[in-house]
């Protein structure tokens, strides 16, 4: 974000002189606010609130009206609470052609949908540092599934979808020389390109594979929104960038007056690629999945993908010229209006889709770029947003024809209609809002009600923590003609695009334990008979069960230092929110955390003898404190026999 | 019995734990404390009991010979959910062990128990004092409610039934 500030600086003095204008915050909120935010203890939310985790590389969850934080997903971090990443079986999740990558930047989040309206089946998320996009599952709220992509970099415009889940689109932000060609980097314009990936999802499975990626030239795709109704079959990218710009971008990428909205024809892409007028490129990628059954993932490498050259694949993709550095690319409710939020624009231009098609068929085009033909300007043009504010950035829709677009310099968001593009009502964020939501703002069908603004700046806002301070979300109530902040509430990491659904969607679906009798887990202990420990080489495998409240075995001996120990604990519990937790003194891995008919896996290469205490980290029960045991560790090439076991008290006590 | 040791201790810490107000389950157990009636239930938790307890079982028709088709579904299911915890003896581990069961309790009760868990462990005074005995709540494991019936049956094999 701080990339934009420095690329907004040059208006950031006009912004200075707009901000006397802004209300101070005790006069923004009114009487009746708390009592539409309050949710009493043991009732829900009405709406499941899906945050993207910017920096923090996972995605959080919140209830809406009352701003609460019900989880957080790891997706493309490592998590500590609850050892993904750090256990054997979600280790492969992380992986990419490069190895593990512990951490990533998380950006956009998109629901499912199904003709065009939510179905809460999944939510997509990107990676923006590494490309990837992953699928977590709405049953579980767990990460099913993370796609690599090749021939990308700051995978930005992603993981926006089409209206029946067809695909997710993943767009370079930064563009590079495909495959890994060694060149320099003043060779930008001859060797560098932009690529739009196209995922198709599996519709049953949610199985991820890229069925194509279309090949542009070197700029900037920033955002973007697939096309819905009357423009289903098409998908709109922003770009800025089209000076090529390779060296101090906020200057020399922000010479020309527009840039482009770039509109792709996917069902004319799709029967291109089906009629060969693609080329197999080789590509390395990971494709890493959890599968359910036997609650590991695994982790392969793809070899190659199929790539659409727009010079050979005609009425493919055209351009339409929009002022200036466009962020947002945002598609009105019907499919009709395609909003281009110019970040450096004083206005916000809106195309009609009927315009565009029929500039298409009259070829109304003031030239090409690269080939690509550019639709002329007025001939796509619905009409201008004229003097929003200063630094539109994105823009959601409600279910009453109005469009609300977040204005990054002024700090506030701005009412408009699409109907004659008139500011109706506007109101003050605290501070330099970036991302909006209204709930299924993005769908066929909005739900209205509410809009959440999400802030890079807080400043005063909360209790000072120091120099690092949270980020921040304010709920305003749209229902009426004025909006009106009603909450603010701190989110984790960096919040970009968000998600919201009803509560009903998703919550009586929830998957409470799994059912122990479909564990196919490779080192499931199905039931506390089946509890072992064997040696094969320097590998020792402990089969361990978890129930209130013991551990079985909790006593092992026979382990030397220098082995590699893998504990497999198996929580036979069958009951909702009855977890066990794993941890064993001095490994420098990781704990557990087990749900209720799930086997986990953690790895322990003990570096010194002595007696090793493990014990549930997860307050279970009463005798929680009780669930521990000892692991004996005695030097390397020692002659103690393998034996365990719990509850074996020993006739005599041993000395030594 | 090295578990009756640690039960002073488990005492001490659910006391701490109602104090705090800390409770992991708590509607459940808060319940519990409120329900609790007046006099020594112990001894209700050994004696015969009459009572059915509370859920959908009321009229249990028990067959003769036992049925070992019954018995040996039950046996796989006690494996993975049961023996963790109930031994076949007298002796009991986390909770009691589960000879002479079927001469304790209504097969109804038995049969509520088992798919029923949390109702009866809030609101069955005989459950209750097996609660205050073992201090670990019987963990709901999920049965069928065939399931439930045919572990029945193997408890009236482990007694010695026919």
Redesign the interface.
């Given at each position: 974000m701080k990339k934009i500030i420095l690329a907004l600086s040059s208006v950031a003095v006009i912004a200075s002189m707009q901000s006397c204008k802004m209300k101070s915050a005790e006069s923004a909120v009114q009487g009746d606010a708390a009592s539409k935010v309050y949710v009493a203890p043991g009732k829900y939310d009405e709406f499941y609130n899906f945050v993207s985790g910017g920096f923090s590389g996972q995605v959080t969850v919140y209830g809406l009206p009352s701003g609460r934080l019900l989880k957080v997903i790891p997706v493309f971090s490592l998590f500590p609470e609850n050892g993904y990443g750090f256990n054997e079986e979600t280790k492969p999740m992380l992986n990419t052609s490069n190895g593990a990558v512990p951490w990533d930047d998380q950006h956009h989040l998109m629901l499912s949908q199904t003709n065009g309206e939510q179905d809460g089946r999944w939510i997509f998320a990107n990676a923006n540092n590494t490309p990837r996009v992953a699928r977590i599952d709405l049953t579980t709220f767990k990460t099913m599934e993370i796609l690599q992509l090749p021939n990308s970099a700051g995978n930005h415009s992603s993981p926006f979808l089409t209206e029946n889940t067809e695909y997710v689109v993943a767009g370079t932000r930064f563009s590079v020389p495909l495959g890994e060609e060694d060149v320099p980097i003043s060779s930008f314009k001859q060797n560098f390109r932009s690529t739009a990936s196209f995922i198709s999802v599996d519709k049953t499975t949610g199985h991820m594979s890229i069925a194509f990626q279309i090949m542009l030239p070197g700029m900037n795709l920033d955002l973007s929104r697939a096309g819905k109704g009357a423009s289903h079959g098409w998908f709109f990218f922003s770009c800025y960038n089209t000076e090529q710009a390779y060296t101090l971008l906020e200057v020399n990428a922000s010479q020309k007056d527009k840039d482009f909205i770039v509109a792709v024809n996917w069902k004319k892409a799709e029967e291109y690629a089906k009629a060969g007028k693609g080329r197999k490129v080789a590509a390395e990628y990971a494709h890493n999945v959890y599968d359910e059954d036997k609650q590991t993932a695994t982790s392969t490498m793809e070899k190659e993908v199929l790539v659409l050259d727009p010079k050979d694949c005609p009425d493919m993709v055209y351009m339409i010229p929009c002022p200036k550095s466009p962020h947002g690319c945002d598609v009105s409710p019907t499919g009709e209006y395609i909003v281009g939020s110019g970040k450096l624009a004083a206005l916000i231009p809106v195309f009609s889709f009927a315009k565009i098609t029929k500039a298409i068929a009259d070829k109304q085009f003031e030239g090409d770029f690269y080939g690509i033909p550019v639709i002329k300007y007025e001939a796509a043009l619905h009409g201008e947003v004229k003097k929003p504010g200063l630094g539109p950035l994105h823009t959601e829709f409600d279910d009453h024809g109005n469009a609300y677009t977040s204005m990054f310099l002024s700090s506030e968001v701005v009412k408009w209609r699409l109907s004659d593009l008139q500011v109706v009502d506007r109101v003050p964020t605290y501070y330099s809002v970036g991302h909006l939501m209204v709930p299924g703002g993005d769908t066929k069908k909005p739900w209205g009600k509410y809009l959440v603004a999400y802030d890079k700046i807080t400043k005063d806002r909360y209790l000072p923590t120091g120099p690092e301070l949270c980020q921040s979300a304010q709920l305003y109530d749209i229902s009426g003609d004025k909006m009106q902040l009603i909450l603010d509430f701190p989110t984790i990491g960096e919040p970009h695009y968000a998600q919201a659904c009803p509560a009903s969607l998703i919550k009586d679906k929830q998957v409470k334990?799994f059912?122990?009798?479909k564990n196919h887990h490779q080192f499931v202990a199905?039931?506390?008979?089946?509890t072992n420990v064997v040696r094969t080489g320097n590998r020792v495998d402990v089969w361990m069960?978890a129930?209130?409240?013991?551990l079985?075995p909790d006593n092992i001996e026979g382990v030397y230092v220098g082995d590699e120990v893998y504990f497999h604990v198996t929580n036979?519990?069958?009951?909702w929110d009855?977890p066990h937790g794993f941890a064993i003194k001095n490994n420098p891995g990781a704990e557990l955390l087990i749900m209720p008919g799930e086997t986990v896996t953690l790895k322990y290469v003990p570096t010194h003898p002595g007696i090793y205490p493990f014990y549930c980290t997860d307050?279970?029960?009463?005798?929680h404190?009780?669930m521990s045991g000892y692991l004996r560790v005695s030097p390397k090439g020692s002659n103690v026999p393998i034996k365990f076991g719990t509850?074996v008290?020993a006739d005599t006590t041993a000395k030594k | 019995m090295t578990l009756k040791h640690l039960l002073p201790a488990a005492i001490i810490a659910c006391v701490f734990f109602y104090s705090c107000g800390s409770n992991p389950q708590p509607p459940a157990e808060n319940q519990n404390s409120t329900l609790k009636e007046p006099g020594d239930k112990s001894g209700a938790a050994v004696a015969t009991d009459d009572s059915k307890g509370k859920g959908k079982f009321t009229d249990v028709t028990l067959t003769h010979p036992l049925d070992q088709k019954m018995v040996t579904s039950a046996k796989a299911i006690y494996d993975v959910k049961c023996g963790a915890c109930h031994k076949l003896t007298d002796e009991k581990l986390v909770g009691p062990g589960w000879k002479g069961v079927t001469d304790r309790r209504k097969p109804e009760w038995i049969m509520n128990f088992v798919v029923n868990t949390d109702e009866m462990i809030d609101k069955d005074p005989a459950a209750q004092a097996l609660l205050e005995k073992c201090m670990v709540r019987m963990p709901n494991q999920h049965l069928s409610d065939e399931d439930a019936r045919n572990m029945l049956e193997f408890m009236r094999n482990n007694d010695g039934k026919n």
């Open positions: 334990f059912d122990i009798n199905m039931g506390e008979k089946k069960t129930i209130r409240s013991h079985t036979l519990e069958q009951d009855i307050f279970c029960s009463a005798l404190q009780e509850g008290v | -």
